[in-house]
């Protein structure tokens, strides 16, 4: 696979799903459409345990697929599933330590920043990338216009990655890449879609490389 170095790439979250093997057969269509930067597997409502084991399972499909595997909140789960990453959604203090602790070993990525003071103080920590928007946030076709102006203002300004949430069709990752967020996550666009996820994928990438403005250097 080759990866477009110069363009947004596509971010997916792994979508709440009671069952484990659809959970994991949705995710390998999914990275079988083509170039897929990184994923991020939330833990929502399941407990430690059962958490541990779908991490395993889904780190290995997505890295075998040559993707950066992101455990959500739990570094423990993080580490025992040999993930790439962590993303960190609490506090400032728990982020500054996290980041102490796992960099530069692991990809440490921060979210929360939901106005423009807030991620000001996420960038002071040096963290890997930052995310604007929810992981349930693509509610509407489109990209919250919200997310989409701090992508904007966050890119033209601040030389740390951040990935922007899009909506929940595939169409929504060209405004997003417009903005000049370096990644565009998708969940409902890719895993709620009715032509299949390796279909969107490949639609979003497809999108991207015709209508993405290129990254400069």
Aim: a negative charge.
């Amino acid at each position: 696979m080759t990866e477009p170095d110069n363009r947004c790439r596509i971010v997916l979250i792994v979508p709440d799903d009671a069952d484990a093997d659809h959970q994991a057969k949705l995710l390998t269509e999914a990275m079988s459409g083509g170039d897929v930067a990184s994923v991020i597997v939330p833990q929502y409502g399941l407990d430690d345990q059962a958490f541990q084991k779908r991490a395993e399972v889904l780190v290995q499909i997505i890295q075998n697929a040559g993707a950066a595997a992101i455990i959500a909140g739990d570094s423990r789960v993080a580490g025992r599933a040999k993930a790439d990453g962590l993303h960190m959604s609490g506090s400032l203090e728990e982020l500054g330590e996290t980041i102490e602790k796992f960099t530069p070993k692991m990809i440490v990525g921060a979210g929360g920043a939901a106005e423009r003071h807030t991620a000001l103080e996420i960038g002071e920590l040096r963290p890997d990338y930052i995310f604007f928007g929810r992981f349930d946030g693509d509610i509407k076709p489109e990209a919250h216009p919200k997310n989409m102006a701090l992508a904007e203002w966050w890119a033209s300004m601040i030389e740390i990655p951040c990935i922007a949430m899009g909506g929940n069709d595939a169409e929504s990752v060209v405004a997003v890449a417009e903005s000049g967020a370096e990644f565009v996550a998708l969940r409902d666009a890719v895993f709620a879609n009715g032509d299949g996820p390796a279909a969107a994928v490949a639609r979003a990438n497809a999108l991207l490389d015709e209508k993405a403005p290129r990254f400069e250097g």
